[in-house]
């Protein structure tokens, strides 16, 4: 069928271009998981990427069942608890791929879709903002190619690479400031509620550039007097507040409850929140500028995790953007470098830290605004990452990229070949020259093949010592199983498991060092606490041979051998059965 002179054609003649721009290098990216996409998941194998693929996994199942996906009896075993899946919003959009091809390719799609998202809203918002087709497509690929991206990329986190949504919030809401029509409002509102579903910090990082500038219009209103012009803005606004309302209140609403229940599975009350801050997720503001394999902190050699903290803004991103600050255009990039400098002051968090310590000021640490948010607004004292922050200003300087390139089209300067040369060098300087990973590395997700026998009962894989990161990997399993496990998503060792004296035991073998087993094992203690597993449905204990020392492996087999009944041993993985 011929399009004619169509607008669908003239689109794809304007813009075609940028957009398979920006897919060919999510292919790229995603490139070590293209020839087997239902069977290797993007991200590294002790990170998040087990949580994230068991929570696609649920969630469609959840749904394909008929249920609303907000509680749990297959995790935090024997009582289970309430949950929402922190990516619920690309589990919705990528359903058929998970009900027709699995969780890992929905998984896979879905970080795939969000690279290439990610530069096409930040090519919409700076088109719309800079007018400059080829600035906006280098703004898609500085945005696109984020280390700060790479990084949640490389650590299998997928709901933070939603992040195309919040450019294209931002652009819905410029288009109706500048016209207040109730289409454009309704748009507006709809597409904040839909970054906010996809990524509550997202939400608030559009609601950190609208409101500002919600301020400034009433402001203006205010000096000119003009009742007329605040009212239409008033109106408007509050259409947008009620579509946002409808798009995101139910799902924020249920992922408010699931976090305050009382058996929630994943809880973030405000004193562990300050502790991660302030101990784990400090950011050095020397890490914003270094490039190199530096990262703030290094969670590696400081708690054993693999997590990638990356904010590593890009020297051919931030000098480029504020060379417009001395350009022609410089009174429309002046708004856009505030928003940076602010962004990436929270990036910073509560307090200032630089070269791997924190500022002193009389006495105590030296204060930042973060600090003063925390504690005066609920929202902020939920936020245990402030790194994030440092999104929203890669955001706003690649919106500067846009208009340096305008900029130098009005000196003669061909933009194609400024845009080209200007997006090489940060393609070049993001992969290979950031603090990010590049290629991004790959989790197998091979099942041992027992699992898909394991019926009729909870299943105990061990150890339980290893990092809880990595110990999701358990998920997995229970991808197969589809029993109860005890573990939760990101918690410590379940408490119940010390509770027990049988399961107690197990976890003070295979942490001792000590090469044998107790002469004396309180055998009357170990029934008990047996029965009372087998009780509450325990029924299946798995030892994952290579994750143990030798000598620990061997005193918890034989403590099971003469306690449980072996039912499976392929020299990697040894499955017992408890009770009768």
Known sequence: MSLGGSPLRGVIRDHGGPLLLFVAIALLLCAPVLADPTGRALGHSSNDVW??????????????????????????????????????????????????????????????????????????????????????????????????????????ITETLSAGWLPLSIATFLAARESPRPARALLAGAMFGVTAFANWYYGLFAALVIGPLLAWDALGALRRRSTSGFGRAAWALGLGGVAAAVVAGGPFTLFYLSMSAADAVV???????????VMHNMTDLVSLFRPGKHYSPDLKAQ??????????????????????????????AWPWAVFAAGFALLTL????????????????????????????????????????????????????????????????????????WLGALRLIEALWLSPAVFPLPVADTHVPEVYATLEGGAVLDLPVSLPVLARSRYGMYQMVH??????????????????????????????????????DLPLLDLALGEQDLVDRGLRWIVLHRAEYPSTQYAKVAQFLDLTATPTWDDGETRVYRIGR
């Open 303 to 332: 708690f054993d995790e693999d997590l990638l903290v990356v904010v590593y803004l890009g020297h051919a991103l931030v000098w480029p953007a504020l060379a417009t600050l001395w350009g022609g255009w410089r009174r429309f």
């Open 482 to 519: 589809g029993q109860p496990v005890p573990y939760g998503l990101n918690d410590p060792s379940p408490l119940y498991l010390y509770a027990n004296r049988y399961t107690r035991l197990l976890i003070e073998l295979e942490r001792s060092t000590v090469a044998f087993l107790p002469s």
């Open 51 to 156: 949580n994230h693929v068991w929570g696609f996994w649920w969630v469609a199942t959840e749904l394909s069942q008929g249920r609303i996906p907000v509680a749990t009896e297959l995790l935090a075993w024997p009582s289970g608890g309430s949950l929402w899946f922190i990516d619920t919003f690309n589990v919705l959009l990528t359903l058929p791929i998970a009900w027709s091809a699995g969780p890992v390719a929905a998984y896979n799609a879905a970080v795939f879709g969000n690279f290439v998202w990610c530069g096409l809203g930040t090519y919409v918002l700076a088109n719309q903002v800079a007018r400059s087709r080829a600035g906006a497509a280098l703004a898609g690929v500085a945005f696109m190619t984020c280390p700060h991206l790479l990084g949640q990329a490389y650590n299998g």
């Open 349 to 420: 968090g509560p307090f200032l830290y630089v070269a791997g310590a924190y500022v002193q000021m009389d006495g105590g640490w030296f204060p930042l605004p973060f600090l003063a948010l925390f504690e005066a607004f609920p929202l902020f004292s939920r936020i245990s990452h402030a790194y994030r922050f440092v999104l929203g200003a890669s955001l706003a300087l690649a919106v500067m990229l846009a208009w340096a390139v305008r900029d130098l089209g009005h000196r003669g300067v061909p933009v194609v070949a400024a845009a080209a």
């Open 267 to 277: 809880t973030r009350d405000r004193a562990f929140v300050y502790m991660t801050l």
